[in-house]
């Protein structure tokens, strides 16, 4: 098993460039989640999809937006890049349920991409 | 809604030596808590969490965590240190309800361990 696997490792965009974070899992979860972490903050959330077909706003949504494409699939996109975005980036899974994401539940993360912004 | 609190934003050991990294929380309902470790340049992983019962959780290599109610703690504790736990800590809480954003991090503290 793979586990979280996000591509790519690295980018680096220039001001108002748009670009899409690609996470896949295959542990057959049903919640998966955006993180961004910066130092001294730790990781916080920016969207979430408790189950397949659902999405919802984190703590830092905006200028990202998300799909749930299936499953196992769960990208991020930043429509306009702006350096505030400068950040690394993981992508979580956890088991969860067919109604939404457990607050027991372990997450099981990525190795993360780490974007800078011009 | 619920926060965490990690004091110490760098612990500095030596090795064999016993190391304590504070967590303090709020939260006006019951928790669960967990901690989870960053090693350089990967992912974070789940070092132990506590969801009930017994007040004292053990985790992966040598860690254990103390759940306190009355002081709003889990401390992570291990007895004695090697190079390899060199890493970030994370502390986080979440809710007994669904996800939402129930979910926190706090801000980690880094454990360097030296020779």
């Known amino acids: 098993n793979a586990g979280v696997t996000q591509t790519p490792k690295f980018q680096v965009l220039k001001t108002g460039q748009s670009m899409t974070l690609q996470c896949a899992q295959d542990m057959n979860h049903n919640s998966m989640y955006w993180y961004r972490q910066d130092p001294g903050m730790g990781l916080r959330l920016i969207y979430y999809s408790a189950s397949e077909g659902t999405t919802d706003k984190g703590e830092v949504p905006n200028g990202y937006n998300v799909s749930r494409l299936n499953k196992r699939e769960f990208s991020l996109r930043l429509e306009s890049a702006a350096p505030s975005q400068t950040s690394v980036y993981f992508c979580a899974s956890s088991a969860g349920t067919s109604g939404g994401a457990l607050g027991t539940d372990t997450q099981y993360f990525g190795p993360g991409t780490r974007l800078t912004v011009l | 809604a619920q926060s965490v609190t990690q004091l110490d934003s760098q612990v500095p050991v030596f090795e064999e030596a016993p190391v304590e990294l504070r967590c303090n929380y709020s939260?006006?309902?019951?928790?669960?808590l967990f901690w989870y470790v960053q090693y350089p340049n990967q992912g974070l992983q789940l070092l132990l969490k506590?969801?009930?019962?017994?007040?004292l959780v053990k985790g992966i290599n040598g860690f254990e965590a103390e759940f306190n109610k009355s002081q709003t703690s889990f401390h992570l504790r291990k007895p004695s240190v090697h190079i390899s736990d060199t890493a970030e800590y994370f502390c986080a809480v979440s809710g007994p309800d669904n996800y939402g954003q129930n979910f926190v991090f706090g801000p980690g503290t880094r454990l360097s361990v030296l020779p």
């Open positions: 939260s006006s309902v019951s928790v669960y």
């Open positions: 506590y969801l009930s019962g017994s007040t």
